[in-house]
């Protein structure tokens, strides 16, 4: 996932679109086949995708379209799918296609092929001047604030970045020598529902375990990576343990 590193820096939901710019056929086809490539967090749970026009859905942003994505309940399911789906955002940045992580979508279908609906991206072509171009553009903790041990001082100002419902950043991590735990931190926003909050916090919590994979890779580290159990007990859940080599 390396050859994502750079879009990260210029990545941006983006939820106006100019409708004189346009996906080409070829552009959509090009999307649509990143997906077979997306690296899975747990293999073994399914996911499915489905590109849809932004019409068919209740999609508020005017968007050229709109994938609706299912998965296989299971531990980490939702974070599973988060890693996944952030890998495409990148993907698609680096093709200055904008994107935005629909979490209000409400699709016809709830279950596809015994598989659950999990959330809704819209995305559509979009202009250059749409797209940040430094790290100084983005509103985010300082890496102190959720890296306590840290040892790279660069692989923490990668990670910072990773985006999040209502900019939360629900993760945490804790790092003594070669071995760091990365938790979510529970909270809540008035314009959430608890249980809305938490369920987008793990997905967010599978971005930032992309971008941390990613900044791993450039920064040169190889690992090892342990992922934790979901649970709703307590003020932290332990989401990975990474070892480095």
Same mark, same amino acid.
């Given at each position: 996932?390396?050859?994502? +590193?750079?879009?990260? +820096? ?10 004189d710019?346009?996906?080409? !056929? ?11 490539? @997306? ?5 073994e749970?399914?996911?499915q ?20 994505? +299912? ?13 996944? %789906?952030?890998?495409? !955002?990148?993907? @698609? ?18 279950e596809?092929?015994? %598989?659950? $609906? ?23 903790? !300082? ?11 660069k692989?923490?100002?990668?990670v ?22 990365? +938790? ?7 314009? %959430?529902?608890?249980?809305?909050f ?14 941390? !994979? ?6 040169? $580290? ?19 343990? $990474?070892? %480095?080599?």
């Amino acid at each position: 996932m390396k050859e994502l +590193y750079s879009s990260i +820096y210029k990545r941006r939901s983006v939820r106006n679109y100019d409708a004189d710019v346009k996906l080409s !056929d070829e552009e959509l086809a090009e999307a649509e086949a990143y997906l077979g490539e @997306l690296k899975p967090l747990i293999p073994e749970l399914k996911v499915q995708f489905e590109i849809v026009p932004r019409e068919q859905t209740n999609c508020r942003f005017n968007a050229q379209y709109c994938l609706l994505v +299912y998965g296989e309940q299971g531990n980490l399911w939702l974070t599973n799918i988060g890693y996944m %789906l952030e890998q495409w !955002d990148l993907f @698609l940045a680096s093709r200055n296609i904008g994107v935005c992580w629909f979490g209000m979508g409400k699709p016809e279908q709830k279950e596809r092929d015994g %598989l659950s $609906y999990a959330i809704m991206l819209c995305f559509g072509k979009a202009k250059e001047q749409d797209f940040r171009t430094k790290a100084e553009d983005f509103n985010r903790n !300082d890496v102190e604030n959720i890296w306590s041990g840290l040892g790279d001082e660069k692989l923490g100002e990668i990670v910072r970045l990773a985006p999040s419902a209502v900019n939360s950043q629900p993760w945490r991590v804790e790092q003594v020598g070669k071995s760091f735990n990365v +938790y979510r931190q529970k909270g809540s926003v008035p314009i %959430l529902s608890a249980q809305l909050f938490k369920r987008f916090n793990k997905i967010d919590m599978g971005i930032f375990l992309c971008y941390l !994979d990613i900044a791993l890779e450039e920064c040169g $580290y190889n690992f090892t990576r342990q992922l934790g159990t979901e649970s709703d007990e307590g003020k932290r859940v332990l989401v990975a343990t $990474y070892t %480095l080599d």
